[in-house]
């Protein structure tokens, strides 16, 4: 694991930024793993702004989002499409065709999981995933458990999450409680992966995460596994590495 500190979230975002931008000239039909919720929204306005320099070309590539909430419309607005294209995909000139986010209201959800490993594995496998972490230090919506998660998975939201993202709700009751999300082993599947941490809140996890024992009741820290991992902080984030 390669922890990089950097002095403030801009500079995160812009170091994140220049990662995507070398994976896509590396290779122009990347599969992107991708991420939502606060943590990342800096970074793809650093991709945006990349993208309208001409420093950045998403015409060949695919993506495939982490998670989506169970029970919500893709157009409502706290959905993970709704702010994917919101974020990021209304701004750069990926095929919407080649973005994926699970359905969060099919009928058959795990006709959906399974269907979302196989779509992956079709386009041959996740390039580069963003990761953010929870304060529990989950990655994903896998929260911490007595066993590592395999493959895509309706996963059941801990309390830790659903009061970290209850205040983007109306009311905490609207929060749904479960999410389909990629599990630990389709995450590690992925041959580069890029975490970000910004904030104190987040200090605890990502301790954890670098120095603590490998177990599932810190999801995270499976990436010490990983041959390929590179873990962008601000000052705070690291604060107690
Ligand atoms: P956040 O969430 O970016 O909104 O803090 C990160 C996560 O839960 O993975």
Redesign the pocket.
């Known amino acids: 694991m390669k922890v990089h500190v950097f002095k403030d979230s801009q500079a995160v975002a812009k170091a994140a930024a220049m990662i995507f931008a070398a994976q896509m000239s590396e290779k122009p039909d990347s599969v992107l793993g991708l991420?939502?919720?606060?943590?990342?929204v800096e970074t793809y306005k650093e991709i945006i702004s990349l993208y309208n320099d001409g420093q950045i070309d998403f015409a060949k590539a695919h993506s495939y989002n982490l998670d989506e909430y169970i029970g919500l419309e893709p157009d409502h607005p706290q959905s993970y499409r709704y702010f994917m294209q919101e974020q990021l995909f209304n701004h750069i000139n990926i095929d919407p065709q080649n973005t994926h986010v699970p359905s969060g209201i099919a009928r058959d959800l795990a006709a959906v999981c399974a269907a979302y490993d196989a779509a992956i594995k079709s386009d041959g496998g996740i390039d580069l995933q963003l990761?953010?972490?929870?304060?529990n230090a989950?990655?994903?919506?896998n929260e911490p458990s007595d066993h590592f998660s395999k493959g895509t998975l309706v996963a059941d939201l801990t309390e830790s999450?659903i009061n970290?993202?209850a205040k983007f709700f109306d009311s905490a009751d609207e929060m749904p409680r479960q999410a389909v999300s990629m599990g630990i082993a389709s995450i590690m599947k992925s041959r580069k992966i890029l975490l970000i941490a910004?904030?104190e809140?987040?200090a605890k996890a990502i301790s954890d995460m670098v120095n603590g024992p490998i177990t599932p009741q810190v999801p995270a820290s499976i990436l010490q596994l990983h041959d390929n991992v590179i873990v962008l902080l601000d000052k705070a984030a690291a604060s107690l590495l």
């Not at 991420?35 to 990342?40: H, N, S, W």
């Not at 990761?131 to 304060?135: C, F, R, V, Y």
């Not at 989950?138 to 919506?141: K, M, P, R």
């Open positions: 991420a939502t919720g606060a943590t990342p990761l953010g972490i929870g304060k989950h990655i994903g919506f999450t970290a993202n910004l904030g809140d987040k």
